[in-house]
């Protein structure tokens, strides 16, 4: 979905999106397509047919067949997880702040307390998302995962991006000093991508259980759409994820 799409468009684009990915009962009815006002957070709501409105929060699940649960990024991490024996389903939007609040941890606390979900019987994807390699952050979000994470440096890592600071203040390279000398303090970078996938693992899910979808959507805006690298001109992606009849 383009930020320049109508929102005739956009629910077009979505009704078409349900149909491709085989959303539909009896060959013709669309599943309702749920979604949260996302606010960066890590509340998580119930869903049901009856709530059909827009509840603010990050987190949608469900036991309910036929139902499409929807997370839309242009960088930050969509989680989406199915228990496969009591057939139920989590959808999470894990920016840096959701992330910091443990909203996927606390999603799969949440599948366990309304569906009696279990972590052995749980499959995870992590989907397109900003990498590691392109995601700088500023000292104070860094001190607040130091702060948060026992594991923060397996999460952080200094870059040096010569390339990324030329574009980006060109006039601090005309100086009197040999190229190469000048006092540049690296970037710290973190990976949301692992930081997430800890979280499945601290609430008891095995690494063979979550898969991660490859890419990073900053270096790939030809395929993703990123608020990042395309500086908040941009659209949005979803992911979706549902329970077929039985």
């Not at 383009?2 to 669309?30: C, I, P, Q, W, Y």
């Not at 952080?156 to 601090?172: G, N, S, T």
Request: hydrophobic fraction near 40%; charged fraction near 25%.
């Amino acid at each position: 979905m383009s930020h320049r799409d109508t929102a005739k468009s956009v629910e077009r684009n979505r009704s078409l999106f349900v149909e491709a990915v085989g959303a539909v009962s009896h060959g013709e009815r669309r599943w309702p397509l749920l979604a949260v006002k996302q606010i960066h957070s890590a509340v998580i709501h119930r869903a049901s047919v009856a709530s059909m409105e827009t509840p603010s929060g990050d987190g949608l699940v469900t036991n309910i067949s036929a139902l499409a649960l929807a997370i839309t990024t242009a960088d930050c991490v969509p989680v989406l997880v199915a228990d496969l024996k009591r057939r139920a389903v989590g959808a999470f939007h894990a920016g840096w702040r959701g992330t910091l609040a443990r909203i996927v941890e606390k999603g799969v606390g949440e599948m366990r307390r309304h569906f009696g979900s279990l972590p052995r019987d749980l499959l995870a994807a992590i989907g397109p998302c900003i990498r590691r390699c392109c995601y700088a952050i500023g000292p104070e979000v860094r001190a607040q995962f130091e702060s948060q994470f026992a594991y923060a440096d397996d999460l952080l890592e200094e870059v040096f991006d010569w390339e990324a600071i030329h574009v980006r203040y060109p006039m601090f390279f005309l100086n009197q000093r040999a190229p190469g000398h000048g006092d540049l303090s690296p970037q710290t970078h973190l990976d949301l991508v692992e930081a997430n996938k800890r979280q499945l693992e601290d609430a008891g899910l095995r690494e063979q259980q979550i898969s991660v979808v490859g890419g990073c959507t900053a270096c790939d805006t030809t395929r993703f759409f990123s608020h990042r690298a395309e500086v908040g001109e941009t659209g949005r992606m979803m992911a979706v994820i549902g329970i077929r009849p039985e």
